[in-house]
């Protein structure tokens, strides 16, 4: 299993963006190889329908695509023991709250973080393994 953060779910949804082609090549093999979907905490829902809306879907689209995010991932709820872990490392590095509740999880789980968000790779690296797409 992977931990999926907005990033990688936005470009994956969304034919046009730039890294739709790796993030749907990512998703096959980590299908092939692990034969279970990826993992999100409950935030990627909000998260990904912002992502969504960025990139220019219509709303009235974005239900059916949170649909189709639901059949491709185990959702993980936020609770206050994840929250705190992500506050915690909120505190102790340069990262964004929402960004780190995904790190938190990935470290609770024990599993690595799929990202195309380098500020988020940097912040995560030494706690969980990350799998930063994107990279040059």
């Given at each position: ?16 963006d730039a890294n739709h082609l790796e993030a ?52 993980h709820p936020v609770d206050l023991p994840l929250?705190?872990r992500a506050a915690n490392i909120t505190a ?45």
């Amino acid at each position: 299993m992977t931990v999926a953060d907005a990033s990688f779910l936005t470009s994956l949804f969304i034919p046009g963006d730039a890294n739709h082609l790796e993030a749907r090549s990512f998703l096959t093999e980590h299908a092939r190889r692990e034969g279970v979907g990826l993992a999100i905490p409950t935030i990627a829902i909000a998260e990904a329908a912002s992502g969504f809306r960025q990139q220019g879907v219509p709303a009235d689209r974005i239900p059916a695509m949170l649909r189709r995010l639901r059949q491709a991932t185990i959702y993980h709820p936020v609770d206050l023991p994840l929250a705190l872990r992500a506050a915690n490392i909120t505190a102790e590095r340069t990262i964004r709250g929402c960004d780190a509740v995904y790190v938190a999880l990935a470290e609770r789980l024990g599993e690595p973080l799929v990202t195309f968000d380098r500020q988020q790779a940097r912040a995560a690296d030494g706690l969980v393994q990350v799998q930063e797409l994107g990279a040059e």
